[in-house]
């Protein structure tokens, strides 16, 4: 065990800890993110996050803005702006890397105008907005060479997301605007850039606008690319792999788009490679065209599989297609898509099937946010979200309520997971239309969405704006089957789907009321219909009974007026066999929304799991009942001085037959467990343990035992991987407990802690997953709450170890320490 001491914490004291989530499954594997499409050469890919420079700006003083707005002259001529040229003094701006978020990093801010306060409620107390100009609008800016060598290549800047409204400078011009928080963008800057020489590239992102009515974060919170193409290239998400099962074969659709923007006509070909998991060719096709000079065709073909590998959550099988254009024998462009082959429907008597078989889906939804760094989520904490909750038997995610991450999607494809994919703005006017075609162009070959979503809870559309509701869904559901008639179409409706959006959709999405389905079905037996989002359970992890007070929720029926708890909805959706599942809000708990109660809350309570990723209680419901293991789980744990002699409610979720509960040795009786239920006791408190014994076939199968624990005496810290890639990339998380005096975790423990982190890594945030804690997420400080905090520390691009430590600012227990290796890894090409 490494040891660090209180004296080596407040020597390095500024040093950025970060906390992980409490979720313990070790051993994920480093893989490399495919969420920007394999390259083929000569085409490169360039990872665009290093080395930027931030700065705030100001929504409403010029003068405090970088001078811009000064006039009205802004925009009068090409290549004046000053701040996106060499020479321009941004010495006293910050250096980060990318992605950021900067909301994350501001002050909780409580607003005495009533409707004031109301919009922070919703967004985490987060001083954005036009109230706030003072942080509400950021700047980034980055010098970078192109080779001369470059001319004549298209090169283009892409961002996966940022929030919210971007202008976007190169070498003193303007070049380009977008407005919305969550699409992807991108700008052609091959006029605008010096050969040879230095460049110059400036955003202005503006957060004062929102998208939505939850925490969505400030600033360039996705990746950000520099995309260099030959002048004859395959268009952007135009490549298409559309897979269809006849026996023991899957024919292949194959198409894409060549883009030509020489000034000559270009006799091209294009050629597909087909290649299985282990990189074996099990298909090959090609297609000629002569595509016009600055103009574009489309090429098609087809091949085939024999005997394929289904794609599924329990074999995510993946195939890849390396899909070549070349003119004159001499390669132009290509990159590398990846697929599988897989059947998804939905039926109106027989639910979802998948790969022609029955299977009820277990889903969650989710936002993009998690402690210590809000929006702006590495790569490897969107794996570790998913593994938490398929840990808990979660098959399926909702993208809430907007286009994701591509390295969300593309880890529910090599994980197994499926996806309702919903865009953001349920409109049919341009800009609707280009959000969800750009989702569904850049995600139509993933395996693992089964089901798109043009819109979430439009009363207006769904009510007195019924009419309209109508032709709006209906030619956004048009256009998602243009663009991918593999699919399905759906939306989240909370209401009863008898008019509206509602008769345009594939398959109906019912929110909340489940009253509602039944009556449904038996009018419309044909229509198919899944549970776009239900349950809205609410609980504080680690706590016991609900106090106003305190902003706490009691961890055993804990519900809203509108939901239901977990084992209520699942009663209902899982015993259905007409319906196809659903999904819960939430997996994680997230900023904004604080639900049951307002301030100091600042986050919902709404999730199974918590901001951090620590299980709830409800989590080991979901594992009871959505997983085929034996499951036992006991709560609350036994840590009560001053309740002796009152009784205490002892709940076991468990898929075993029966449960005998003990106290102190002494046997409760044993229950059968009701499927899709708990077995509850009331158990008088006095020190010592409680046990639960789970039998099965009359058999002792499984124990857990909760005991009253001693003081806290010491700091434990457990990371989520021993090793992480050297790339500047990869992040550690980092679990702190408190120990007693025999090794036992302390569930009640809050003590306030420091850490520090030195080495080849940095703490890139912290948390504790307390929803009513307004402790800084960037500092290197946290409490625990009842018994846990998290550190989230990412790596630098020097192989080597990371030393995390932690300890009580009170000094009374001993530090925790824990070292992390970081192994040399080829990182992705960058600028």
Known sequence: MVEITRRDLVATGAAAPVVLSSASFAGAATVPSAAAETTVAP??????????????????????????????????????????????????????????????????????????????????????????????????RHEFDIAAADLGRRITLECDGAFRDVLVFVNGCFIGRNTNGYAPFRFDLSDFLVYGGKNVIVLRVDASFGDGWFYEGAGVYRHMWLTKTDAVHLGRWESTVRPSLNGNTATLALATVVQNRDRQPAAAKVSWVIRDAAGKTVATAQSEHTVPADGAAEFGASAAIADPQLWSPDAPNLYTATVTVSTGGKARDGEVVTFGVRTAVFEADKGFLLNGKVLKIQGTCNHQDHAGVGAALPDALQRFRLSVLQEMGCNAVRTSHNMPAPEWVEACDRAGVMMLCETRLMNSNPEGMAQLEAMIKRYRNSPSIILWSIGNEEWLLQDKMAEQGVKIAATMVQRCHELDPTRQVTAAVNGDNEKGVSDSLDVIGFNYGEDRPDGFHKRHPQRPVVGSETSSAVSTRGEYTSDPKRNTVNSYDGVVQWGKTPEAWWNFYGTRDWLAGGFAWTGFDYRGEPT???????????????????????????????????????????????????????????????????????????????????VQWKAVYAPGAIEARGYKGGKLVLTEKRETTGPAVALRLTADRTAIA?????????????????????????????????????????????????????????????????????????SGSIRIGALALDGKLKPGALVVRTKAAKPRPSV
């Open 43 to 140: 085409r490169e890919r360039l990872l665009f996050d290093f080395g930027w420079k931030f700065a705030f700006g100001h929504g409403s003083d010029p003068a405090k803005d970088f001078g811009f707005g000064m006039g009205q002259g802004d925009f009068a001529k090409t290549g004046e702006f000053a701040f996106a040229k060499p020479g321009f003094d941004d010495s006293a701006w910050r250096v980060l890397d990318l992605p950021h978020d900067w909301a994350v990093e501001l002050p909780f801010v409580k607003d005495d105008d009533a409707k004031g306060d109301s919009q922070l409620r919703s967004h985490g107390y987060k001083p954005l907005g036009r109230r706030y100009p003072e942080t509400s609008v950021g700047w980034y």
């Open 596 to 678: 049951p109660y307002g301030w100091p809350s600042i986050s919902s309570q709404f999730g199974i799991v918590d901001m951090c990723g620590f299980p709830k209680d409800y989590f080991y419901y979901y594992t009871a009942w959505w997983r085929k293991e034996p499951s036992l789980h006991l709560f609350p744990h036994w840590n009560w001085a001053g309740k002796e002699g009152q009784e205490i409610s002892v709940w076991v979720y468990s898929n075993l037959d029966a449960v005998e509960l003990l106290v102190n040795g002494k046997s409760l009786g044993r229950q059968d467990v009701p499927r899709l239920g708990h």
């Open 726 to 798: 050297a790339d500047g990339e990869d992040v550690v998380l980092v679990k702190v407990e408190a120990l007693d005096a025999r090794g036992r975790a302390v569930p009640t423990a809050n003590d306030k802690l420091a850490f520090q982190v030195t080495g080849a890594g940095r703490l890139i945030g912290v948390g504790n997953g307390d929803p009513n804690c307004l402790e800084s997420d960037k500092q290197p400080a946290r409490s625990l709450f009842n018994g846990l905090a998290q550190i989230i520390v990412q790596s630098t691009k020097q």
